[in-house]
C-alpha cells in the first residue's frame, strides 16, 4: 500500500506563476518533510513541517495532522526550481524510517 | 559540513556477480539508511541502521543485505545481482528522535546485465 499520495504528478507553470503542492498520508505521522531532487540528482531537505504552516523563503508548507495530509506552496516560481519535489513521512516509530510520496515534476517555462 | 558520500557513483554488474555499494558520512549520525528509486515507484526503504553493528530491514529488503561496521559506514551488498535490481540508490544519514535533517548522498546508479 502507497502510504503516501503526492498530487499532481505533473506540473507546468510559468515563471512567476504559483504552485500548490499537495500530499496525503494513510496513517496518522507526526514526522513530515518535504524534499527537492534534480533529476539524476541527490534529494535535498527543503522543510521540516510537523503540524502547522511552515515558511522558508518562498516556500510555505502548511501539515493538517488530523486530517493527514500536508501541501508546499511555491510562490513566484523561477525557472530554477524545476525539478522533483517529494514529500515524506515518517510513521510515528521515532527512527526517522521515512516513507516517500512518488513526487510531483515541476517544470517551469520562461 | 555535513556529508554522505557514496561510491561507486556508476556500476555496471553481470547477472549473478556480487556487487557492494559503500556509503560513509560524516555527519555523526547514528541512524543510516538505504533507499532505491524506481521510475512509478518513488523511493524504497531496502535496509537502515540504528548505529555500528546493527541492520534492520525495511520495506523491501529480499535480495540484498547490509552492514554497517562503524558509525560512519553502511554498504548494501546484492550476493547474487539481478537485473530486477538495476536501480539508483540513495544513501541517507539521519538522528534518532525528533527532528534532524536527513542528509542524503548523490545515488549510485547501478545496472545489472
Known amino acids: 500500500e502507497q502510504q503516501v499520495q503526492q498530487s499532481p504528478a505533473s506540473l507546468v507553470l510559468q515563471e512567476a506563476e504559483n504552485a500548490e503542492l499537495q500530499c496525503s498520508f494513510s496513517?496518522?505521522?507526526?514526522?513530515v518533510q518535504w524534499f527537492y531532487q534534480r533529476p539524476g540528482g541527490r534529494l535535498v531537505s527543503l522543510l521540516y513541517n510537523p503540524s502547522g504552516t511552515k515558511q522558508s523563503g518562498r516556500l510555505t508548507s502548511t501539515t493538517v495532522i488530523k486530517e493527514r495530509r500536508s501541501s508546499l506552496h511555491i510562490s513566484s516560481s523561477q525557472i530554477t526550481d524545476s525539478g522533483t519535489y517529494l514529500c515524506a513521512m515518517e510513521p510515528n516509530t521515532g527512527y526517522q524510517n521515512f516513507y516517500f510520496g512518488k513526487g510531483t515534476s515541476l517544470t517551469v517555462i520562461p | 559540513e555535513a556529508a554522505v558520500t557514496q561510491s561507486p557513483r556508476n556500476k555496471v554488474a553481470v547477472t549473478g556477480g556480487k556487487v557492494t555499494l559503500s556509503c560513509n558520512q560524516t555527519n555523526n549520525h547514528n541512524n543510516m539508511y538505504w533507499y532505491r528509486q524506481d521510475t512509478g515507484h518513488g523511493l524504497r526503504l531496502i535496509h537502515y541502521s540504528y548505529g555500528a553493528g546493527s541492520t534492520e530491514k525495511g520495506d523491501i529488503p529480499d535480495g540484498y543485505k547490509a552492514s554497517r561496521p562503524s558509525q560512519e559506514n553502511f554498504s548494501l551488498i546484492l550476493e547474487l545481482a539481478t537485473p530486477s535490481q538495476t536501480s539508483v540508490y540513495f544513501c541517507?544519514?539521519?538522528?534518532?528522535?525528533?527532528?534532524?535533517?536527513?542528509?542524503f548522498g548523490k545515488g549510485t546508479r547501478l545496472t545489472v546485465v
Open positions: 541517507a544519514s539521519g538522528d534518532v528522535g525528533g527532528y534532524t535533517e536527513v542528509f
Open positions: 496513517i496518522f505521522t507526526n514526522q
